[in-house]
């Protein structure tokens, strides 16, 4: 994967890769932040325990240390598209069912959403260093909408939650990624694991 | 068998007679057609039935029927045993004949049918539709009244039932009326269910009952129609959740929520917001709760939230609010006759939001147009936008409001040309005629050429009040403005902004445009400067002073002056002074001219402004006083009525030593006084004017006026001296104040004085608040010296002085000052004094002469009493023998022991903590019998400290004698005196240090310390040598000192700390006669006098 980069290209990843660590953490903690106010907002118990958000691959994965580079920054890829499109349609069911009425919400919404594009964004950039390029983002379309206005909310919870999850995962698949050489897909110690 | 056969033949009479009572008549005697029943669903046609006895095989059945109303009977063959005919009128008759399989009639019967026979149900209803909606949880319910085959206005009545859950339960039963109108009408009623229709099944059905007034017949309730059903969602398997879903109810409702679940699974709770209710068991699978009187929500709805039992969790949102308000305070009104907009304050907010926000809708009704308004819910004032129609002046706004929970409306009837709120001018700009006169344009965005617009321009300038110019115009279609201004003033900072509205029928303002800032052109100076000139102290020059034109008649920015010198006509002297200087200098010699000074800017010249140089000669000039205003000096003159052109008066600006700079301010013919005010004068600064007539000829001196701005006290006192000074007098003279430290016009002196030795921390005179205190106001300022008279000799005084005008008192100067000796008061003093005592020894000489013998006997008598003799007073002392009561010394004394034997039968006089003590009280009988043990005591004796005394015996003891008890000091202190009662006081014996004086017993007992303090004080290593408690204050020989209450007066006395010896006497018990006291205290005075 990397082992023939040249060193420039390889400088151009660690940059890329650091700046990624920084987005991702920059983004878990907006996004801890927002599901505070979500589950505030929306009258939720912060413990209740949600479905999987359909669409998305989870963050917890097994045999995480044996993933290659590529493998990590294509899943990173497709979970934070799928966030795009889950998050865009929260936004908007936050526009519908609350109006005007909670502004401060739908703006920390918004910024998230942007904070994700822009990571999926930086994703595909280390996929074309990866002299790859980024999977063409057709995807299977947008999530179906929850029945219900109580689904929604916590669906809303899940995603919000599922992300947090990734950003933390982000970080670490970066920060492996970062590592010079062929290392970049090796084993990390136990104590990175997510 | 006669019997039997007679028996039958009645039975069959009784059968002929019931048959003729059901109106029927049979023919022939075989029982065949019986029971004819009819029934009609429609009152046109009846269904007749009837049965055939005994039931055997039959053939056709002829059936005939007549009625009135049918001109011969109507006859048809049947297999059945059921025909369909007319309701007769009123009866009809009924021929039915039962025919054998073969053909041959078997029975005829014949049957009169009446029509009060005839029994009348209606058909049973048909449900055409049972609809629910779950939203709702309404049921819709839709059938026919099949009045078509009924007469018209036939009033019906119609039952329905509503029935829920598995088992059938019959929920509620409604009845519903309608009226038949001939036409089949589809009937519609709605249900809402207490409970979510997916909850449970629900099933409906109906009947009817037609009231036909005119049918005599029995009528009755038809039959119930099938049962239609909707179904719950516990019935279908695949079916979970939380209903109803995501409704919206008004605030104090009653809510019922179900959850169902699938099979196998049951709910742990349910709770609606974070409280938990009681579950209703619905069904298997569904379980309800049910929630009163619910609260609005929050804007992202109420959570209602069943958790099962495998942790998943199934939910729904409540949304409670509120109905829309009626809008308030609905207006309308256009801004440019292309939209109306109308705006209204939405009144309380129904707390729904999204998708279920109250929605606002304007309904204009001549014109049938409708248009939906978006209006943001959190803004306080709501506006919604109609387009204007062509045409149309008047419109009729209903503005419709309508959420999930309810709806409302407002309207308001308008003529818009009423109703015109310009939009704020733009593009405002300044064109200029001249330097007066503008042109002001702006340009308004709208359509107004149906109305005429009035614009308000507001003029503000630097040096002019704010002003407001309104102008009317015709309005035009998105066109420009234009104003005219004139009557401006040259060269000024004008700022204009304009605001319009319509003419016509004034309805609001616009805004004001943003503001213009525009400046006019120069024009020439509208007059001439003021000036004044001074011939210098040489008399050789002029010079000319002009003052600077204000703004507002300078008309530009003055950038020279011309100053000429005529001398009939012809120019002695030409000068350009350019700005800044305001004077200028010309030679003249001893000539004089007229001098004209002209003022010039970029636009031009000012007229000329003309003085002459000569000044008419005065006689007699006087010099007044100006009253001071406080914020300037009000100088006045005599009226002077050759004055034909006004008075001048000038002044110096500045004061005191500096350069004269002058000042000078013009008046009138017929003005007397003036206000002279100049931000440059300064309180306390002495100003001179002078006032100038003026005259064709030139101008002549009048006054001169000295002035202050402000009276302040003089700076400092006038300086003064004594210059004399006798035993009662003082003649003390003082200086003249500087006139600048005096800083008003002097009013006097104050002299004030009173007796006082020279002390640096005694107040002021004036402060002291000394009564003796004299004070001379000095209102002649030309007196500088006064005499104080009516004085003491040899005293000392101290004098201020203060000088004072109308601002108030100098700072005083003092002068202490002694005044001589009166001698002949001295010697007087001393005479007197010296004559009255040797008067008073002469007079006593005399008396002691007279009365010699008396004396004699009296106190030196052939045989001396000890008792009246002092000197043996002393006798007691036994170390000292006669010597003379001095203070003791401390040589070393050994004591004897000294045995008194008590031989006298009275109680003797124990002194002081004996007696105090309970101890001892109990040792003296109250009878007077003492024993002798009692009274032989054995004393330790220290001479310097016997206490002696000499008690008179009581007035009830006349047999007793004076007793001499000694008593050692010490062995008060003995233990034995002691009560048990007071164990502190063996602490005092244990304690190593004694004092040389008895407490009183009496005191300590009195004495409200506590034992703990007490104890305190006895364990103490030092005790002081007195109870200062017990000291007795008074002098001696004072009253007080024998009438008071202390006790412990005899050991209460200081003892002097070298010789034991009491330095104060002992007090006598109060028991004692005073004189014995008396007697005591003179010795003991004078045996202190020199202590003192």
């Known amino acids: ?165 990734w950003a933390v995962r982000s970080a670490r698949d970066l920060r492996q990624l970062a590592k010079p050489g062929p290392g970049a897909g090796s084993a990390p110690s136990p104590a990175e694991s997510p | 068998m006669w019997k039997n056969s007679s028996l039958r033949c009645l039975l069959a009479l009784a059968i002929l007679c019931l048959r003729s009572s059901v109106h029927s008549q049979e023919i022939g005697s075989l029982g065949h057609p019986q029971n004819l029943k009819c029934v009609t669903h429609n009152l046109h046609k009846m269904i007749c039935t009837w049965d055939v006895s005994p039931r055997r095989k039959h053939g056709q059945t002829d059936f005939c029927y007549a009625a009135n109303d049918l001109p011969t009977p109507v006859c048809f063959k049947t297999k059945e045993k059921r025909v369909e005919i007319p309701v007769p009128h009123s009866s009809s008759t009924v021929t039915i004949t039962t025919n054998s399989i073969s053909g041959t009639a078997l029975a005829t019967k014949e049957f009169k049918i009446h029509k009060k026979d005839i029994l009348f149900i209606p058909v049973a209803p048909r449900v055409l539709s049972l609809t629910p909606d779950f939203s709702t949880s309404t049921l819709n319910l839709k059938w026919s009244d099949n009045g078509s085959v009924f007469p018209d206005g036939l009033d019906a009545v119609w039952q329905i039932q509503i029935l829920r859950k598995e088992t059938v339960e019959k929920v509620t039963q409604v009845t519903y009326h309608s009226k038949l109108t001939h036409e089949d009408i589809i009937l519609s009623w709605n249900w809402t269910s207490d409970i979510p229709l997916e909850c449970a099944s629900h099933y409906v059905k109906i009947r009817c009952y037609i009231n036909v007034t005119q049918f005599v017949g029995l009528k009755e309730w038809s039959d119930w129609s099938p049962v239609e059903v909707i179904l719950g969602k516990d019935t279908d398997p695949s079916e979970s959740g939380v209903f109803p879903l995501d409704t919206v109810v008004a605030v104090g409702s009653d809510v019922t929520f179900c959850c169902i679940h699938e099979e196998g699974q049951n709910i742990t709770n349910m709770s609606y917001g974070s409280k938990p209710y009681p579950m209703i068991q619905l069904s298997s699978r569904s379980h309800a709760i049910r929630v009163l009187n619910a609260s609005a929500s929050d804007s992202s709805g109420t959570n209602v939230v069943c958790r099962l039992n495998n942790g998943m969790m199934e939910g729904t949102v409540l949304f ?54 978006e209006v943001n819910e959190m803004n306080r004032q709501h506006v919604c936008g109609f387009p204007v129609l062509p045409d149309q002046k008047t419109y009729d706004f209903i503005l419709g409001v309508s959420n999930p929970i309810g709806q409302a409306e407002s309207s308001l009837l308008v003529d818009i040309t009423q109703r015109v709120h310009p939009k704020t001018p733009e593009k405002l700009t300044v064109s200029e005629n001249n330097s007066t006169s503008i042109h002001l344009h702006w340009f308004i965005n709208g359509s107004f050429a149906e109305i005429r617009l009035l614009c308000q321009i507001e003029i503000t300038s630097g040096h002019s009040e704010q002003k407001l110019h309104n102008v009317s115009m015709p309005g035009g279609k998105s066109s420009a403005y234009t104003a005219h201004l004139n009557a401006l003033h040259p060269y000024t900072k004008y700022q204009f902004r304009v605001r319009c509205s319509a003419a016509d029928h004034f309805w609001r303002w616009s805004d004001w445009s943003r503001v213009e800032e525009y400046t006019t052109s120069e024009a020439p100076p509208a007059r001439g400067p ?259 008279l009516d004085l003491q000799g040899k005293t000392s005084y101290q004098l201020e002085l203060q000088a004072y005008t109308a601002g108030g008192l100098s700072p005083p100067n003092s002068l202490y000052v002694v005044t001589k000796e009166d001698s002949v008061g001295l010697i007087i003093a001393i005479l007197i004094p010296v004559a009255v005592v040797v008067l008073l020894g002469v007079v006593a000489s005399i008396f002691c002469y007279r009365k010699r013998e008396w004396i004699k006997e009296t106190f030196y008598p052939e045989i001396p009493n000890p008792e009246n003799s002092k000197a043996l007073q002393f006798q007691r002392n036994i170390c000292e023998g006669n010597k003379t009561l001095k203070t003791l010394e401390m040589n070393p004394c050994t004591p004897n022991s000294v045995e008194v034997v008590e031989t006298q039968s009275a109680a003797p006089k124990i002194e002081d903590t004996e007696m105090m003590s309970p101890a001892a009280d109990t040792t003296v009988p109250e009878d007077g019998s003492d024993s002798e043990m009692e009274n032989h005591v054995v004393v330790s004796y220290c001479p310097p400290i016997i206490e002696e005394e000499i008690s008179n015996p009581p007035t009830d003891e006349p047999g007793g004698s004076s007793q001499v008890v000694y008593i050692d000091i010490q062995s008060m202190y003995q233990p034995q005196i002691k009560s048990e009662e007071e164990p502190e006081i063996d602490v005092v014996t244990t304690a190593g240090y004694k004092p040389q004086m008895q407490l009183s017993v009496n005191a300590m007992n009195t004495e409200s310390r506590s034992p703990v303090e007490e104890e305190l004080d006895k364990t103490a290593g030092y005790r002081p040598q007195a109870n200062t408690n017990a000291w007795n204050m008074d002098t001696p020989d004072s009253p007080g000192s024998v009438e008071s209450n202390n006790e412990n007066a005899s050991f209460g006395s200081p003892c002097s700390i070298n010789s034991r010896q009491f330095l104060l006497p002992p007090r006598d018990d109060e028991d004692s006669p005073k004189p014995i006291n008396i007697g005591w205290s003179f010795t003991h005075f004078f045996q202190n006098k020199p202590n003192d």
């Open chain 2, 320 to 373: 409670v609010g509120y109905a829309p308000d009626i809008p308030q305070n609905l207006s309308c009104e256009t801004p440019n006759f292309q939209i109306i907009k109308c705006s209204w304050k939405p009144g309380r907010p129904s707390g729904l939001y999204g998708k279920r926000r109250t929605m606002y809708s304007l309904f204009e009704r001549m014109s049938g147009k409708n248009v939906s308004c």
């Open chain 2, 530 to 788: 003021d000036i004044w000139r001074e011939r210098s102290s040489s008399g050789e020059s002029l010079k000319i002073f002009w003052k600077p034109l204000p703004l507002s008649e300078a008309n530009g920015r003055i950038t020279s002056h011309e100053v000429s010198c005529y001398l009939l006509e012809t120019p002695l002297e030409h000068k350009v002074v350019t700005e800044p200087t305001n004077s200028t200098e010309i030679k003249l010699g001893k000539n004089d001219c007229v001098i004209s000074v002209v003022a010039k800017n970029q636009a031009g010249s000012s007229p000329p402004s003309r003085i002459t140089s000569m000044e008419l000669p005065s006689d007699n000039i006087i010099t007044g006083q100006a009253m001071a205003m406080g914020n300037g000096i009000n100088v006045s003159w005599d009226s002077y009525p050759n004055m034909t052109c006004g008075y001048v008066v000038k002044w110096c600006r500045s004061s005191g030593s500096e350069p004269c700079s002058v000042d000078w301010q013009k008046f009138p013919s017929n003005t007397t006084n003036a206000v002279i005010k100049s931000a440059l004068f300064k309180p306390g600064v002495r100003y001179n004017f002078s006032v100038y007539g003026c005259k064709s000829t030139g101008y002549q001196l009048l006054k001169n006026i000295t002035g202050y701005m402000k009276e302040l006290p003089p700076k400092s006192a006038p300086n003064f001296t004594v210059e004399e000074t006798s035993s009662d007098s003082i003649l003390v003279r003082w200086e003249d104040i500087p006139i600048e430290e005096c800083r008003g016009f002097l009013k006097g002196y104050l002299l004030s004085f009173a007796k006082g030795e020279k002390d640096a921390l005694k107040p002021r005179l004036s402060e002291s608040g000394n009564p003796e205190l004299k004070v001379n106001n000095i209102t002649n300022l030309t007196q500088k010296s006064m005499k104080i």
């Open chain 1, 1 to 165: 994967m990397a082992g023939a980069d040249s060193p420039s290209a390889a400088l151009r990843r660690r940059d890329l890769c650091a700046r990624g660590i920084r987005l991702a953490g920059k983004m878990r903690s907006d996004v801890v932040d927002l599901l505070d106010a979500y589950v505030e907002q929306q009258g939720l118990d912060a413990s209740a325990s949600v479905a999987a958000v359909e669409g998305v691959p989870p963050a917890a994965v097994e045999r995480w240390d044996e993933q290659t580079g590529t493998q990590r920054l294509l899943e990173n890829l497709a979970a934070y598209r799928a966030f795009r499109g889950l998050l865009a349609q929260m936004l908007e069911e936050q526009r519908e069912q609350l109006g005007e009425a909670d502004a401060a919400l739908g703006r920390a919404l918004a910024a998230v959403l942007l904070q994700v594009s822009a990571f999926a964004y930086h994703l595909e950039e280390l996929l074309r260093l990866e002299s790859r390029g980024p999977p063409s983002d057709e995807g299977d379309g947008p999530p179906p909408q929850p029945q219900s206005v109580f689904e929604q909310k916590l669906r809303g919870l899940g995603v919000l939650r599922e992300l947090a999850q």
